[in-house]
C-alpha cells in the first residue's frame, strides 16, 4: 500500500545494481510513494547489471558516475537537477566493496593499496558525495541523506574485515557532515545499519550464510529484509522524520540490543564440540 509520503519529491539512488541490491528495492518504493528519482552507478555496474530495467520500469533515467570521482559527482547532480526539474530532497548511499575481501586477504595480512581502495569506495565516497552536493547547493532545505552501514562498525565479526573500518568512517562522516548541513541547510544526513541481507555484495563475504542464520536465530523479530529497510528508507526520506538527524539507526530485528538468545544457545549446544582446532588440538583463530 502506497501513502504517497514522497510525493513532489526528487532522489538520487546509488547502487542499484540488480534485483538483490537493497537500492533496488528503495527506487521502487520511492517511485511507489510518488517520487521522481535518478539511478546511478559507475560505468561498469550499469554495463555488467540489470540497472537499465529498473531504469525502464520505474521510468528513471540513469547516469553513470564513479561515486570516487569527483568530476562524475559534480555531472552528475547537476544532470540530475536538470532532468527532475529542481534541487534534490533525498539521497541513498548503497556503495561497499573490499578488495581485500574478495582477494581473501585476511585483517592481520592486508594489502594497504586495497585498504585504500575499500575505504574510499565504502566510506570516503559518501563524503564527496555529500561535499559536492553541499558546493552546488543540490539539496533542498530540510532534505535527507542516507548511507546503509552494518554493526560491524561498532562490533567484532568474522570475516568482515576492512568493511568494519569503512562503515566506522561511514558512520563518522554521517555525524560530522550532519551538523554542518544540519545547521545550515536544515539537511539530515543519517545512517541505518542493516541486519545482513541476501545482497550481491552481502553474500560475497566470507561465512555469510552462517552469519545470516545466528543473526536471524539471535533476532527477536528475526532479520530484516530488502524490502523492509526500503520501508525504512522512505520513512526516512518523507517529512515524518523532519528533526533525525547525525544518527546510526539500527534496522537488524533488534540484533544489536541482544546478548543472546533462546535460539541462538540451542543452535550453539548442538555444535558444542568445536573443530576449530588443528591437528596437534591448537586453537585456529578465524
Given amino acids: 500500500m502506497a501513502y504517497n509520503l514522497l510525493k513532489g519529491k526528487r532522489g538520487i539512488i546509488f547502487g542499484a545494481l540488480n534485483d538483490m541490491s537493497i537500492a533496488w528495492r528503495v527506487a521502487e518504493k520511492a517511485v ?80 594497504y593499496s586495497l585498504l585504500e581502495k575499500t575505504l574510499d569506495i565504502s566510506a570516503v565516497s559518501f563524503h564527496k558525495m555529500i561535499q559536492v552536493a553541499k558546493k552546488q547547493d543540490a539539496i533542498a532545505n530540510g532534505g535527507s541523506i542516507l548511507a546503509l552501514s552494518y554493526v560491524a562498525a561498532q562490533r567484532t565479526f568474522f570475516g568482515y574485515n576492512d568493511m568494519a573500518d569503512a562503515k566506522s568512517l561511514l558512520e563518522s562522516i554521517a555525524r560530522s557532515f550532519g551538523y554542518i548541513y544540519g ?8 545512517t541505518i545499519s542493516q541486519s545482513p541481507t541476501m545482497t550481491t555484495a552481502g553474500s560475497g563475504v566470507k561465512g555469510f550464510d552462517g552469519l545470516f542464520d545466528f543473526s536471524d536465530r539471535m533476532s527477536p523479530l528475526g532479520n530484516a529484509s530488502a524490502d523492509e529497510c526500503a520501508d525504512y528508507c522512505i520513512v526516512m526520506f518523507s517529512d515524518l522524520t523532519k528533526k533525525v538527524t547525525m544518527q546510526n539507526l539500527f534496522h537488524d530485528g533488534g540484533f544489536s540490543s541482544m546478548g543472546m538468545s533462546l535460539r541462538g544457545m540451542t543452535q550453539y549446544n548442538k555444535s558444542f564440540v568445536s573443530d576449530n582446532t588443528d591437528e596437534e588440538g591448537h586453537i585456529i583463530y578465524g
Fill in 183 to 190: 545547521r545550515e541547510k536544515g539537511v539530515r544526513v543519517n
Fill in 32 to 111: 511507489e510513494e510518488g517520487a521522481q528519482i535518478v539511478l546511478t552507478n559507475t560505468p561498469v555496474a550499469v554495463r555488467m547489471g540489470t540497472v537499465n530495467e529498473l531504469s525502464e520500469k520505474l521510468n528513471a533515467p540513469v547516469i553513470a558516475a564513479d561515486a570516487t570521482n569527483i568530476a562524475d559527482l559534480e555531472a552528475l547532480f547537476t544532470q540530475a537537477q536538470e532532468i527532475l526539474g529542481g534541487k534534490i530532497d533525498f539521497v541513498l548511499h548503497s556503495i561497499g566493496m573490499s578488495p581485500n575481501v574478495r582477494k581473501k586477504r585476511t585483517y592481520d595480512d592486508l594489502d
